[in-house]
């Protein structure tokens, strides 16, 4: 083989090896934490997993196959009752360092709050950080009817649900906006998903859920220039059932594109909302991490509007909600601290250079030889 052959394969892995490099080397951090989005949001992963489901796994008499519990309520809240085996993360912590290392890799993380909202914050940044996690849809609302363990107010037609006006008319946006600038700090791709989360997580002037009560008397109080963007991230054949007046459409699956990302303000307060708040939750944490100021509507088109058939969707109901079991006492942490999960990014990187390192040491020893 001769030099000018050996010297184009080793440019050609070269070149191989860049194209396969972080993101975060060339786009900064906005884009590690956008790539870390679309990769959960096309994976097929389900955002939730009802109480049903649940209950059936943990006693179908099989424990290989059960899910490591998270609560991610306040810890004097977890102590009223929580589902067996549970352990308590509240949500704002769930991207701290320490916390992160109870979790196992190789398990499904199901994580639960009080009516479904939190826990979906927690499931979206676990699941951007590279960990198999499910919410819990309702959260435990959704396990028990007991509302002193709830210790909230429950969903109920006559206390959470509005009859607000939809409009049926599209809104499509004819702006395109830049992208926000996101500066984490972060070391690696997966410090730089983790810090995004936890630096949105803990930040006051960012309230991560507004109430359907609260947008509706700012879209109606005469002053449109305070309006919020409004983007339902329900599907499109049901966001032409009907919207909230203004909204956009963008199903929350396509929320982290850039073309999607471009219809949105960094500089406006966003409102998404979908079905019951648990999606549109997703799409909000996502938005959030991006450095965008988004807030998701609390049980989503259901406490919007009495309209079952605009709803597209079954409707909590307290009449019929299971009653399962829960535990009561303290916090306890996981009975074995995991190794946090690192990126395939940087990975791939590294196992490129390698090869390339065999390579050329091969063709070295090739040529010594013939000599």
């Given at each position: 083989m001769n030099r000018k052959v050996i010297l184009t394969i080793l440019a050609v892995l070269l070149l191989a090896s860049i194209a396969v490099a972080p993101a975060s080397a060339q786009s900064g951090d906005f884009e590690v934490v956008r790539q870390a989005a679309e990769a959960y949001l096309s994976s097929g992963k389900a955002p939730t997993i009802s109480a049903d489901d649940l209950f059936a796994n943990l006693n179908d008499g099989d424990t290989s196959n059960d899910p490591f519990i998270v609560s991610v309520r306040s810890a004097e809240h977890y102590a009223l009752g929580h589902i067996p085996g549970a352990i308590n993360i509240p949500y704002k912590t769930i991207a701290k360092t320490e916390n992160l290392a109870q979790l196992p890799k190789d398990r499904q993380i199901v994580v639960y709050c009080y009516t479904g909202h939190t826990g979906q914050i927690a499931t979206t940044v676990l699941n951007l950080l590279d960990y198999n996690a499910i919410n819990l849809k309702f959260g435990i609302m959704g396990w028990t009817r007991d509302d002193a363990v709830l210790a909230q107010k429950r969903f109920g037609p006559d206390t959470d649900q509005r009859d607000y006006p939809v409009q049926t008319e599209p809104n499509v946006p004819t702006e395109t906006y830049a992208l926000p600038a996101l500066t984490t700090g972060g070391a690696n791709d997966f410090e730089i998903v983790r810090l995004a989360a936890d630096n949105w997580l803990n930040n006051p002037a960012t309230p991560p859920i507004v109430s359907a009560e609260s947008v509706f008397t700012n879209l109606n109080d005469g002053d449109d220039s305070?309006?919020?963007?409004?983007?339902?991230?329900?599907?499109?054949?049901?966001?032409?059932?009907?919207?909230?007046?203004?909204?956009?459409?963008?199903?929350?699956?396509?929320?982290?594109?850039?073309?999607?990302?471009?219809?949105?303000?960094?500089?406006?307060?966003?409102?998404?909302?979908?079905?019951?708040?648990?999606?549109?939750?997703?799409?909000?944490?996502?938005?959030?991490?991006?450095?965008?100021?988004?807030?998701?509507?609390?049980?989503?088109?259901?406490?919007?509007?009495?309209?079952?058939?605009?709803?597209?969707?079954?409707?909590?109901?307290?009449?019929?909600?299971?009653?399962?079991?829960?535990?009561?006492?303290?916090?306890?942490?996981?009975?074995?601290?995991?190794?946090?999960?690192?990126?395939?990014?940087?990975?791939?990187?590294?196992?490129?250079?390698?090869?390339?390192?065999?390579?050329?040491?091969?063709?070295?020893?090739?040529?010594?030889?013939?000599?």
């Open positions: 305070n309006n919020p963007v409004i983007v339902s991230v329900r599907a499109a054949d049901h966001y032409a059932l009907g919207h909230i007046a203004g909204a956009i459409n963008i199903p929350w699956k396509s929320i982290a594109s850039v073309e999607n990302l471009a219809k949105l303000p960094a500089d406006r307060v966003i409102a998404t909302y979908c079905y019951t708040g648990h999606t549109g939750m997703v799409a909000a944490t996502i938005l959030g991490m991006l450095g965008y100021q988004a807030g998701n509507i609390k049980y989503g088109m259901m406490g919007w509007t009495k309209d079952d058939a605009v709803l597209a969707q079954k409707r909590f109901d307290p009449n019929t909600q299971p009653d399962y079991r829960l535990e009561t006492g303290a916090p306890v942490a996981a009975a074995a601290p995991a190794t946090v999960p690192t990126t395939g990014g940087p990975l791939a990187f590294s196992v490129l250079l390698s090869s390339l390192g065999l390579i050329a040491a091969g063709l070295a020893l090739r040529k010594r030889a013939a000599a």
